[in-house]
């Protein structure tokens, strides 16, 4: 027993310094929110975020918009099916397997809706490559979220 208090006390007083200058450590993981609107593509609570000039600078779909703007989005595709995307890495255990993907809240069936929506017609997008959210009412995902927000015209 008391050979034990012994290599306890030895372990303690190895890893408490260590612990210590851990705990007193903050390491920024997230950038801020953009202060200005050309600021369009920044990261805000663990997503890569899509905005502005971001989605408005070319015409063609959001899944050609988001290819070249989103780190780690790699895409495949198939004949006569959606395309298959990653945001982790090419190919998982199962195969290429894509995000689920929200559409105002709504969860669409398959990625084919990203090529279908225009990115003007975007305000928003959130990547979530580690597949989850704070934000209530989205369900986590093994190989990531993308929440698309359309733009609304304004009321007359």
Do not use: W
């Not at 004949?79 to 993907?101: H, K, M, Y």
């Not at 105002?104 to 084919?112: I, L, N």
């Not at 975007?122 to 580690?130: A, I, S």
């Not at 995902?141 to 009321?155: N, T």
């Amino acid at each position: 027993m008391g050979v034990l208090r012994r290599t306890t006390a030895a372990c303690l007083g190895l890893l408490l310094p260590f612990m210590a200058s851990c705990a007193g450590a903050r390491h920024k993981t997230e950038e801020p929110t953009p202060a200005s609107p050309s600021q369009s593509v920044f990261v805000e609570k663990g997503a890569v975020v899509l905005t502005g000039v971001a989605l408005t600078d070319g015409p063609g779909s959001l899944l050609d918009t988001m290819r070249g703007k989103v780190p780690g989005f790699s895409l495949h595709r198939g004949p006569n099916i959606c395309p298959e995307i990653s945001l982790r890495g090419a190919v998982s255990f199962a195969g290429t397997v894509s995000p689920a993907v929200y559409v105002d809240g709504a969860r669409a069936t398959d990625t084919c809706i990203l090529e279908s929506l225009r990115a003007s017609d975007v305000q928003r997008v959130e990547v979530y490559p580690m597949g989850f959210t704070t934000r209530p009412g989205y369900r986590s995902h093994g190989q990531g979220l993308i929440l698309v927000f359309i733009r609304r015209g304004k009321a007359s």
